[in-house]
């Protein structure tokens, strides 16, 4: 597939194959009222926590022959060489020229690869004050994933795409791997510890997240407020995944009194 043409490429379906999928609270939310469950997600072996930035989800979408795409969470709002470009939350602003600078991408044929960023800062979301008040802004690799049979995966209907990617049919980054990459400040690396000593209760973990992250670690200059988001679970591999916000902890442990 290198003459692959983005021209002639179904863009929604392009789009729907690089979203980056939703990551499970790790005690289960209750759908009736929003709050935190006593039922954990299970790691069985070692744990590597990851501070969780609070801005917004982009992506670097790296194709193969060398062209790329930029996008939010949810649209795609740049491709190389346009003049033009969405401007929805400055991810464009920010993102270009990082993207312009990227090295050749060596991507094995019919396959793309998509760097997840989380841009943060500036006027992005309610919580940019936390990291500066001057409107600096700053952005974060958290997950590098690659799609391949990308011909195969670009006929397939709407809905096959979508159980596809949620789940999990997206080739995560390990963390070897994601230590590899060198052209992105990862999101900082917090600790490793055993599946079995997270605390399973809702209280144990609040606790745990302001031991281990009682403020940002990524505030952007000396004039941010610095609390922090929460912490991403995950397992060395990505086999599993889970995060833990503080607002969520803090929401449920007040509405139980």
């Known amino acids: 597939m290198a003459d692959f043409d983005l021209r002639s490429a179904d863009l929604r379906a392009l789009n729907s194959l690089t979203k980056y999928p939703s990551i499970p609270t790790y005690h289960e939310l209750d759908p009736r009222n929003g709050g935190l469950t006593e039922s954990v997600t299970a ?6 926590g990851t501070e969780k930035v609070d801005g917004t989800n982009s992506r670097l979408i790296m194709l193969p022959g060398g062209d790329y795409l930029i996008g939010s969470r949810e649209e795609l709002l740049l491709a190389r060489g346009d003049l033009i470009g969405n401007p929805s939350q400055g991810i464009v602003a920010a993102l270009r ?22 841009l943060y800062g500036g006027k992005i979301g309610a919580q940019a004050k936390q990291y500066s008040t001057r409107g600096a802004v ?6 590098v994933a690659e799609v391949p049979d990308l011909a195969e995966r670009l006929t397939w209907p709407a809905e096959r795409i979508a159980a596809w990617r ?23 690396r917090l600790f490793t ?4 000593d997270l ?20 505030a952007l ?3 941010g ?11 060395p591999d990505r086999s599993v995944i889970a995060k833990a916000r503080f607002q969520d902890y803090e929401r449920t442990l007040k509405r139980r009194g």
């Open 166 to 188: 949620d789940g999990g049919g997206q080739s995560f980054a390990t963390e070897d791997a994601l230590q590899a990459v060198t052209d992105f400040e990862l999101t900082p």
């Open 97 to 118: 020229a990082v993207a312009d600078a990227l090295p050749d991408q060596q991507l094995p044929a019919d396959t793309l690869r998509v760097y997840f960023l989380e």
């Open 138 to 143: 700053g952005w974060r690799l958290f997950d």
């Open 43 to 48: 790691f069985p072996g070692p744990v590597l």
């Open 221 to 223: 200059d000396d004039s």
């Open 199 to 218: 605390p399973a209760d809702v209280a144990g973990m609040h606790a745990f997240l302001g031991e281990r992250l009682p403020e940002t670690l990524v």
């Open 193 to 196: 510890v055993d599946g079995a």
């Open 225 to 235: 407020q610095r609390r922090a988001e929460g912490i991403v679970l995950r397992s």
